[in-house]
Structure formats: structure tokens, C-alpha cells
């Protein structure tokens, strides 16, 4: 029973109340007694709530796990989000760490599950699969070994001769889901052979998450449109990726693991619904329909034409890299591209899509779950509501609305996940002491295309706020004055510049405007001196390796910055580093200012870049201890050709290679499997360099290689194989 201080007094005799109706002495001791009892009843809640694993508080795991003997598992660090917690008070909160696949709690939870399972297939994919966060498909790899077949007896059906007529099986060799024989490999495992031996347990894993987008306008190729869509609504080549469903008793299946769909994977997947007899024919395969919206249930993609959908017979799987019109009533669809062509008998119209993309992380605009950095609903004087079936069904009309209220502090959300293309100039112009925001609702990724750069004209102390959208377009900001932020948004980069601060107007109080970037993507941002600062965090800066990050011109210097776990695809100029920590400047980085500010376990490129002091940044430290070592080795210092020759030999190599640098692709600024590990577990808790710091993958990784000594059989091998 929870007790305040009206209910405190009522428990007193009346001559008590009456005596203090004029003093209120006595009310105001039974406020603080309540007060105080309220704490000692939380406090009692929250010590019944940490007997249990799955209530607990994160403090209490480890104690859990301890009373089962578990092996601890890194998770996290609890200071992660601290920036952020400091720099937007509010936001909803309070935790602004990303989710990530370090999962202790999960880990404790099921140990029992799999002591009593311990070994089995089933259990080691989804323990791989709780302790990472990825999705887990485990191969005995001497299941796959060709055996010299004994005719008398002990005939082994499945150990024979490839069939070459079954190209889905020659399209799965050497893969997760591989079923042909093998000649013995025994080289010791790792990620591209000695697979096959008979001691190797292969445990696949992919790094990448699908991420699902629900009722998205497809995007016409041609104006007006013909039979030509994309699913990207900007227009991207971009894969179709599987839904991820996991299931512990039916086994990790291709088609539901988070994976770009393969081409002939869909075609079998249509075949094999036509040859299902028509009362089984629910109008959903494998891979495309409408099954429900249940999440299990929900299937990997969808096409929509003027509200009904596409049945799955229409459907078939092409390659549309060059486009060519399907015949009849057909739907080609090309998974690889993501691509649409309709057959000459439809007439297609309001074409929506519903599918999945792959992605490394919660990172730029995605539909993924971001609560914790959505702006209080209480501290906003009006919401306004944006959406295509709704009353007000474009941007504009929000801020014409906004306008024409007074412009008060406002949230303006969009609850869809529809594309709107605003074809007239967009201004958002703040009074003072006020603030806007622009933000997709929970769980939605609205994509904004602008035929012209939205302009903010800033006011003192005003806040402006894109939070959760996908936005092809620039963002201009004059008078110099207020703060701007990105937030959990992509403004897609392309050659000019994503976020221009234009130099304040004469006269105008300078070093008045600040612009916070975080966990978005972005183009280049350029500014003029008078900026206060620019703050990145665990963002990516992609200027294709022109200016990223500096002045209104070539040569200038941009304002004083502060960057994060951060990936900057571009040169980096500006006048003062405040701080740069676990940041990959893929280009040189030159500092005006360097008497201040530091860069620490950073990747900088040794030459060209002028900072303020480094510590602990690649290549400075290997250059140091290959100097050192042939020192030693030499007995005596280096000549100046010496040190010149480790110096060209440490920088041709330790430098940061990725999956993909084009955005739109799946694994867009992921780092390479072989990039070098200074980079890739250079940070400061061991993690990776760059904008995917927060993933944790190599403690990841090193939390599976733990617990597999426990539950792995003896005398196994294990073998981590990542797939994406």
C-alpha cells in the first residue's frame, strides 16, 4: 500500500487535523514521512523484483549468475551514453546506450535450459545466438565429409557425387547451408577453410539485422511511371533481405536467417507455392505474402498495387539489372537489386511496398525501436500529426501549421513510414527560447525528399530537431544563432554538402549556434567560424573523400568539434579539437588550434594530418614499436632512411578497409573481416575504431569462444564463420 500525506493525516484522530488545518506544521512533517516512506517502498520493490533474473536490476546479474556457477560475460560499460544523457536532457531516456548483442541478462536466465539441452544443435545455436545478439546456424562439419562407401553395409546415402543439375545446391556450396560432400580439409578452421575435418564445428553467424519496413511507397523509375519501381524509396539499388524468425525446434533455415535474399532462393520459394493444392494456397509463401501481422508470422516482403496485393502465383524472380518488362501478369522482382517491373496487363498505381534491408546497426534513419531518444511529449506546447491518410498529409503544411499557431514549441510527428516530396522550399524560423522537432513516430522511417534545402533560421536559444527520418536533401541554417540537431537520421550523402551553417548576418552576435549529430549519417557538414561547435556522436560523415568536416571554403577552417565513435569519409579541418575519441578520420585531419583538445584511440593518417597531442592512435603506436623493435634489433638509433623505410612499411598496411563504402549497400562503412586489428579492436574497451564502437563485436565474439568451452562437446573444434 503506497501512502501520501493526505492519507497519513487521515489516519490521525480529528482533534490532530483540526488543530493543524491553520498551521499545516503537522502536514508538512507527514510530507517529508511520506516521502520517505515511498523511498523505503521502492526500495522494498526493487529487492523483491532482484531475486529474479529477468526483473532484476543490471547490478544484480553477475550475483545471479555466480549462484549458478556461470562463467561472467563482458557487458557493457555502464558510462556508455553518458555523452548523450548530458547533451539532451529531454529526450525520453534514460538509457541512450544502443541495444546491442551483449545480453547477460538472457545468458543467466537460460543457463538452466542449457545444461538440461547441453551439446545439441538446437541449444548451441540459440546459446550463440543469445550471448551475441546475431543469428546462429551451427554445422558439424563431418556430417558434410565424403566417406568411401562400404557396399555390404553401413551404405551413407547423403555421402556421394556432386549433382550438378541441382543449381541450388551448387549456389549453397561452401556456404552455411551447404549439403554437398567434401574431400577432408585439415588445416586448422578459420573463417575461409579447414572447415571439413572431423573435429570442426562450424558456427555461422551474421552480423547484419534486417530491418522491416511496412506500407513504404515504392519509387516510380520514370515520371510518370511506367512498370519500373524500385523498393528503396530514393531510388537505391539495395538488397531484399530474409525476416529473421528464429525457432528452436525446426532448425535455422536460409530463409530465416537475416541475409540478402538470394534470386533463385525466391524462385524456388514462389515454386513451391504454385505446386501446393489450391486450398492450401493461403496467399503467402515462405518469403512474400501477408500472414499476419504477428511477428512470427510477417513474412520478408510484400507488393501492394492500388491496395490489393500482389498474389504470390504472380510473382517471379528475376534479374532486372538492366530493366526489361515481365510478359502477361507477371511481377518480376529482382531480389539482388531490389527492383520491381509489372507485366503489360496491370496498370500499376500507388504502388506500396512493405520489405526488409540489412543494416550493421541502429544507426541513421530505420524503423528500428528509438523511444529512449524521443522528445518528452510533455514539454511541448502542441503535437502536430503528419501522415498520408490523415488531415495534414505533407511537411509543409505541418510548418504552415506550426506557423500559423504561434509557433510554439512543437513536435511534429509523422506516423508513417510514407515518402513525402515536398516541392516547395521548406522554412522553419524558431522564436527565441522555443524550439521545433521534426520526428517519425515509434517504430517508422518516413522518407522526406526536398526539391530545395530546408532552411532554419535560427533564433536565440531556439532548438531544431530532425529525429528518425530518411531525407534526401540538403538543410541550410542561417543567422548563426540557436542549436540544430540530427538525430537517429540519414541525410543521404551525395557531392554537396548535407548540413551548411552560413555565416551569421553583420552585426549578429557570433559563436551563438551549435550543431549535434547523433547516431545519423549524413553528408558533409561546412560552417562558417563564427559556429560555436559541432558534436558527432557515433555518426557517420560520408563527403566521398572531399571536405567533411570544415569552413565555407576549401581552405578554411570550420568550427571547434567534438566527435565520438564516429567514421568521417572525407578531410576533416577545423579550428579546435576539443576531442576526438575512437574516431576513423579516413582522410587527413588538420587542427588551426592544436595547443588544446587531444585525439585518443583514433585512427589518423601519419603525415599529412596536424593534431593536437595523440594518445594512443594508429599508426603512431605501431610505427613506434616497429622503431623500437629494429632498434633492438640493430643494437643502435635508426638513420633517417631507416626510420622512413618502417614508416612506409607500417602505413602501406595498417590502414581501414571496409565491407562497402557506397551507402545504400547492406554493409555500408562496416569494417573489413581483415582489417587490421589495430583498428578493429583498437578503442578503449577493446571494440572496434569508428562509427560501429558501440556493436561491441569483439567482445561479442570473445563472450561465444566463453561459453563454448563450457558447452561444446570435448574434443571439438570450434570455428566462427561470419557471414555478413
Known amino acids: 500500500m503506497r ?17 493543524d488545518a491553520d ?29 529474479f533474473v529477468d526483473t532484476c536490476a543490471d547490478w544484480v546479474i ?13 557487458a557493457g560499460n555502464a558510462s556508455e ?85 541441382r543449381l541450388d545446391q551448387l549456389e549453397r556450396l561452401d556456404g552455411p547451408f551447404d549439403v554437398i560432400p567434401h574431400t577432408i580439409d585439415v588445416a586448422p578452421i578459420n573463417q575461409h577453410d579447414g572447415w571439413y575435418e572431423i573435429r570442426n564445428v562450424g558456427f555461422f553467424l551474421w552480423r547484419l539485422g534486417a530491418y522491416g519496413i511496412d506500407d513504404a511507397d515504392a519509387h516510380a523509375v520514370s515520371n510518370p511511371a511506367d512498370f519500373r519501381f524500385t523498393f528503396h524509396p530514393a531510388g537505391l539499388e539495395s538488397p ?34 504454385k505446386h501446393l493444392p489450391s486450398d492450401h494456397q493461403l496467399g503467402f509463401s515462405d518469403l512474400y505474402g501477408d500472414a499476419g501481422d504477428s511477428p512470427s508470422r510477417k513474412r520478408s516482403f510484400k507488393i501492394v498495387n492500388d491496395g490489393a496485393m500482389v498474389p504470390p502465383e504472380k510473382i517471379c524472380s528475376a534479374n532486372l539489372s538492366t530493366w526489361k518488362q515481365p510478359p502477361l501478369d507477371t511481377v518480376a522482382v529482382d531480389a539482388r537489386n531490389g527492383r520491381i517491373a509489372f507485366g503489360p496487363a ?26 529512449s531518444w524521443m522528445i518528452k511529449q510533455r514539454l511541448a506546447e502542441a503535437v502536430i500529426h503528419v501522415s498520408k491518410d490523415g488531415a495534414i498529409t505533407t511537411i509543409d503544411a505541418a510548418i504552415a501549421k506550426w506557423k500559423a499557431d504561434g509557433r510554439k514549441s512543437t513536435i511534429i510527428t509523422i506516423d508513417d513510414n510514407r515518402s513525402y516530396l515536398e516541392t516547395s522550399a521548406l522554412t522553419i524560423d524558431p522564436l527565441p527560447d522555443s524550439w521545433i522537432a521534426i520526428e517519425a513516430a515509434a517504430g517508422k522511417r518516413p522518407y522526406i525528399e526536398l526539391s530545395q534545402p530546408l532552411t532554419v533560421d535560427g533564433a536565440v536559444d531556439s532548438v531544431v530537431t530532425l529525429s528518425g527520418l530518411l531525407v534526401k536533401g540538403a538543410v541550410t541554417i542561417n543567422n548563426g544563432v540557436g542549436r540544430f540537431r540530427l538525430l537517429h537520421s540519414t541525410l543521404i550523402p551525395d557531392a554537396s554538402p548535407s548540413i551548411t551553417a552560413a555565416a551569421p548576418p553583420a552585426g549578429a552576435a557570433k559563436d551563438l549556434l551549435r550543431i549535434e549529430v547523433a547516431f545519423s549519417i549524413s553528408g558533409a557538414i561546412v560552417a562558417s567560424d563564427n559556429v560555436q561547435g559541432v558534436t558527432i556522436l557515433d555518426s557517420i560523415v560520408d563527403a566521398s573523400g572531399n571536405l567533411a568536416l570544415g569552413g565555407l571554403t576549401p581552405a578554411g577552417f570550420g568550427p571547434p568539434a567534438t566527435i565520438e565513435r564516429s567514421t ?49 592512435c594508429q599508426p603512431d603506436m605501431e610505427i ?91 574434443g571439438l573444434q570450434p570455428g566462427i564463420i561470419y557471414v555478413t
Open 3 to 19: 501512502f501520501d500525506a493526505a492519507e497519513l493525516m487521515n489516519m490521525l484522530p480529528a482533534v490532530y487535523r483540526l488543530r
Open 23 to 51: 498551521r499545516n506544521e503537522l502536514r508538512a512533517l507527514l510530507n517529508v514521512i511520506a516521502r520517505q516512506v515511498g523511498v523505503i517502498e521502492e526500495n522494498l520493490a526493487q529487492l523483491y523484483d532482484d531475486q
Open 62 to 74: 553477475p550475483y545471479i549468475g555466480d549462484l549458478l556457477g556461470t562463467t561472467p560475460l563482458y
Open 81 to 165: 551514453g553518458n555523452s548523450a544523457r548530458a547533451m539532451f536532457p529531454e529526450l525520453t531516456g534514460p538509457r541512450f546506450a544502443s541495444r546491442v548483442g551483449l545480453r547477460a541478462r538472457p545468458d543467466v536466465g537460460r543457463t538452466i535450459y542449457y545444461r538440461k539441452r547441453k551439446a545439441t544443435l538446437p541449444m548451441l545455436e540459440g546459446m550463440a545466438h543469445d550471448v551475441t545478439g546475431w543469428a546462429a546456424h551451427v554445422v558439424e562439419f563431418f556430417e558434410l565429409l565424403g566417406w568411401t562407401q562400404c557396399i555390404r553395409n553401413h551404405i551413407r546415402s547423403h555421402s556421394k557425387l556432386v549433382d550438378v543439375r
Open 240 to 273: 531484399l533481405f530474409s525476416r529473421y524468425r528464429p525457432t528452436e525446434m525446426s532448425g535455422v533455415t536460409e530463409s530465416r536467417v537475416p541475409a540478402p535474399i538470394r534470386p533463385l532462393l525466391l524462385a524456388l520459394d514462389i515454386r513451391d507455392y
Open 346 to 371: 496491370w496498370a500499376p498505381k500507388d504502388v506500396r511496398v512493405s520489405y526488409h534491408y540489412g543494416f550493421p546497426a541502429d544507426l541513421g534513419g530505420g524503423p528500428y525501436p528509438r523511444t
Open 568 to 616: 568521417i569519409f572525407g578531410t576533416t579541418r577545423v579550428r579546435e579539437m576539443t576531442m576526438a575519441t575512437e574516431v576513423i578520420f579516413d582522410k587527413p585531419l588538420f587542427v588551426q588550434r592544436r595547443q588544446t583538445g587531444c585525439v585518443r584511440f583514433s585512427w589518423v593518417p601519419y603525415g599529412p594530418s596536424r593534431t593536437p597531442r595523440r594518445y594512443r
Open 624 to 714: 613506434a614499436a616497429a622503431i623500437a623493435e629494429k632498434k633492438k634489433l640493430l643494437g643502435r638509433d635508426l638513420l633517417d632512411p631507416e626510420t622512413f623505410q618502417v614508416v612506409s612499411l607500417v602505413t602501406s598496411w595498417l590502414v581501414p578497409s571496409y565491407t562497402s563504402v557506397h551507402y545504400g549497400d547492406a554493409a555500408y562503412a562496416q569494417l573489413h573481416l581483415h582489417a587490421p586489428k589495430q583498428i578493429a579492436r583498437g578503442a578503449e574497451d577493446g571494440s572496434e575504431m569508428g562509427a560501429y564502437c558501440h556493436l561491441k563485436q569483439p567482445q561479442r565474439e570473445n563472450n561465444l569462444l566463453t561459453r563454448l568451452d563450457e558447452y561444446l562437446p570435448f
